[in-house]
Nanobody, 119 residues
Framework: QVQVAESGGGWVQPGGSLRLSCAAS????????MGWYRQALGKARELVAD???????TYADSFKGRFTISRDNRKNTVYLQMNDLRPEDTAVYYC?????????????WGQGTQVTVSS
């Protein structure tokens, strides 16, 4: 099993910044992708960004330029730097760990961390 734990959420005013962290532990996979999704109230969960173990990144178009994903493989940790936050960024942010083998892909999720952007 893989355990995934997020931290760093909270309240911030519009225009502010937050940095989320997510650490994976347990029976980790050599080939993996760690990423961030978010779910606003009443909406579907959506991809924000992810990064593979070898550094390939994917961003949803909405977040390019404001959000930056990075990871430290030594710590099995992924980060999401969020700048110029807007009220519409208010959501629960979930960390996802995808472990890949030859035969399948397994998903592991964190509990989520609330980000609230308001004045």
């Amino acid at each position: 099993q893989v355990q995934v734990a997020e931290s760093g959420g909270g309240w911030v005013q519009p225009g502010g910044s937050l940095r989320l962290s997510c650490a994976a532990s347990g029976s980790l996979f050599g080939i993996n992708t760690m990423g961030w999704y978010r779910q606003a109230l009443g909406k579907a969960r959506e991809l924000v960004a992810d990064m593979s173990h070898d550094g390939r990144t994917t961003y949803a178009d909405s977040f390019k330029g404001r959000f930056t994903i990075s990871r430290d493989n030594r710590k099995n940790t992924v980060y999401l730097q969020m700048n110029d936050l807007r009220p519409e960024d208010t959501a629960v942010y979930y960390c996802n760990y995808k472990g890949r083998t030859i035969v399948d892909t397994r998903d592991f999720w964190g509990q989520g961390t609330q980000v609230t952007v308001s004045s």
